[in-house]
């Protein structure tokens, strides 16, 4: 049917941005651990807002852990 086509195009397309995008921040971080943080194409602290974003998942306790429980249920499914 039609309706599924489109469904799983948008699905295709969204699963290739998202993959896409983790590339980019593993570059990110590769490239502020090489280059001390001082990488002028990328305009943000993607390490420490990593970091922050741990900490706080961390002192939220079970929300936390639930919300990273379900951040990898979502990555996880394709």
């Not at 397309?13 to 990110?28: H, K, N, Q």
């Not at 993607?46 to 379900?70: D, E, F, P, R, Y």
């Amino acid at each position: 049917m039609a309706g599924e086509n489109v469904v799983s195009t948008i699905k295709s397309w969204i699963g290739g941005l998202s993959s896409i995008a983790l590339s980019l921040v593993g570059l990110s971080i590769i490239l502020q651990v090489l280059f001390a943080g001082n990488v002028v194409f990328v305009p943000m602290d993607v390490i420490g807002n990593i970091q922050s974003l741990v900490t706080s998942l961390g002192s939220a306790g079970l929300v936390g852990l639930i919300t990273v429980g379900v951040i990898y249920w979502i990555f996880k499914n394709d």
